[in-house]
């Protein structure tokens, strides 16, 4: 069985001729129809071209496809065909005026209406389900201002491991390292300019004013905050919080509260740990490079950093605490009973605390920028 093939000739008035031959078929196993339309192409595009198809031994809707497509589903005199092909030709030519034309996609501007609806709903939901979450927050802080003994100590105290103590250690080395590294690309600059002692100042303040807080707060965030939904999330999916409900006992008092009021109360002090753990580190790095011992780093650092940023930074890790731990909680109450909502919810709380805290900083940082610098 041959493959399909073509000659090129050329007639005494220039013309180029192409004969095909063999099996321009399906059946011929060896037929690569995709290299045989390149191989054609310069000649489709040849007004003078005269093709010859009587020595083709068997032509399929395949073969014929790749011809009239070439010839853009146009069959003039130069064409020579047997009756057989002539007849498959204008098969084609009837499927192809019988199929709908297609047209180019217009803008569906209901489809724009109907997206910005389900954003805004979304939005308004989660901003509606927030200030719920806050109102009853203070309701239940006054309902203990007024029962002070019903006060969730034992779960306070729970989170407060959970979101502090058992962080320690990672927040020491993440800013420990940070210090290193931010101490030894500034030391290789200052040496430069013979400004070796200005970077206890750029530490002293960019530590403790800025990095500490944030640094404290995108890893509790990714790692207390992401438990926290998960584990209301978890208590959502097994009914424990439609339970509580049931025994008219307070979701919000011995759930939300204690998480929120816990992350809130540690922050501060992850803020002075990782602060402490940053300048360390920076204190190493500027004494192996620059050769600053470490007692006159933290006495010039006393001396150069003034007490008001670190009272700045410790703001900062208060609201940063709060605001992790709200989101949180506010993603993990909105978790449906299936795995896939609790996965997503937990993903959500955390992409959104760290924006907030992102943001939060920034405005913080333009409404005190002539404070304490």
């Known amino acids: 069985m041959a493959a399909a093939s073509f000659q090129v000739e050329q007639d005494a008035q220039g013309r180029k001729r192409i004969a095909l031959s063999g099996q321009w078929s399906l059946r011929a196993l060896d037929n690569d129809f995709a290299q045989l339309r390149h191989a ?21 809707t395949a073969g014929a496809a790749v011809l009239w497509n070439g010839w853009q589903g146009k069959l003039e005199e130069k064409v020579a065909l047997t009756d057989e092909q002539a007849q498959l030709f204008d098969t084609l030519a009837t499927i192809q005026a019988e199929s709908p034309e297609k047209k180019a996609p217009r803008f569906d501007w209901l489809k724009l209406v109907a997206a ?14 927030f200030v719920k979450l806050l109102g009853l927050l203070v309701i239940e802080l006054g309902y ?3 029962r002070p003994q019903d006060f969730p100590w034992r779960e306070f105290s729970a989170n ?25 690309l500034m030391a290789t600059q200052l040496r430069t300019f013979g400004a070796d002692i200005f970077i206890v100042n750029i530490l002293g303040l960019a530590i403790i004013r800025e990095l500490g807080p944030i640094l404290m707060a995108v890893l509790v965030a990714g790692r207390s905050g992401s438990s926290m939904a998960a584990q209301i999330g978890v208590m959502r999916v097994t009914e424990e919080i ?4 049931t025994m008219g006992i307070s979701r919000i008092l011995r759930v939300v509260l204690p998480k929120v009021l816990g992350l809130t109360f540690i922050a501060p002090f992850l803020v002075i740990w990782t602060s402490a ?7 190493l790095s500027a004494n192996l490079e620059l050769g600053l011992g470490f007692r006159f780093f933290f006495d010039y650092l006393a001396t150069v950093v003034q007490p008001v940023n670190l009272t700045l930074g410790l703001i900062k890790g208060v609201m940063f605490g709060f605001i992790v731990a709200v989101m949180a909680c506010h993603f993990g109450l909105r978790i449906k009973p299936n795995t896939e909502s609790l996965s997503r919810s937990t993903t959500s709380s955390v992409v959104t605390a760290i924006t ?18």
């Open 40 to 60: 054609l192409k310069p000649y489709f595009s040849d007004p003078a071209a005269q093709w010859d198809l009587t020595r083709v031994e068997q032509l399929d």
């Open 144 to 146: 203990l201002l007024r």
């Open 116 to 129: 910005s609806g389900k954003l805004t709903i979304f939005i308004t939901s989660h901003v509606v389900d």
């Open 277 to 283: 753990w940053g300048l360390f580190g920076g204190a």
């Open 356 to 373: 907030c805290v992102i943001l939060i900083d920034a405005a913080f940082a333009i409404l005190t920028s002539g404070i304490g610098v």
């Open 242 to 245: 439609d339970a509580l409900a």
């Open 160 to 184: 407060i491991y959970k979101s502090g103590v058992t962080a320690l250690p990672v927040t020491a080395l993440l800013g420990f390292m940070i210090g290193i590294a931010m101490s030894y």
